[in-house]
């Protein structure tokens, strides 16, 4: 018993990896067949590496294919509202398709502004939304 509590867990790792643990045989097995199994995925899905060739709402089609559109990240739909849409054109005309500056150096004025009305939407304070 006395030995039990001498010995202490290793402290918790931050950030410095050491070499990886040894592997069992049971988990590389494990791991070959998830490789399998997202194989087997990719070669039967019609959706997988697909390009989409027009979308109408949640439905999309890639070849002859329509599907409904589970995967987006639109989780508020507002990606077809007609006023995001309106909106989206002047700031396109000011700005072009990416402003990529790094927000080290500097933030086109869309950013900061977008950040302060999401945030009093949200009553929250100011939050980065746009990567830095």
Do not use: I, Q
Not at 20 to 44: F, I, K, M, Q, V
Not at 45 to 61: Q, T
Not at 65 to 85: I, K, M, R, T
């Amino acid at each position: 018993m006395h030995a039990l509590r001498r010995a202490r867990m290793p402290a918790p790792s931050r950030g410095v990896a050491g070499p990886p643990p040894a592997r069992r045989p049971a988990h590389r097995a494990g791991r070959e067949h998830r490789l399998r199994d997202l194989e087997h995925l990719r070669r039967s899905s019609p959706m997988s590496d697909a390009v989409l060739d027009e979308v109408r709402g949640r439905h999309v089609r890639s070849g002859d294919h329509w599907l409904v559109d589970f995967a987006s990240c639109n989780y508020l739909g507002l990606d077809w509202d007609p006023e995001v849409v309106a909106a989206v054109e002047p700031a396109l005309r000011r700005w072009g398709t990416h402003p990529s500056w790094s927000r080290l150096l500097g933030s086109p004025r869309l950013y900061p502004d977008l950040e302060e009305r999401l945030a009093g939407l949200l009553a929250r304070r100011t939050r980065c939304c746009c990567p830095p």
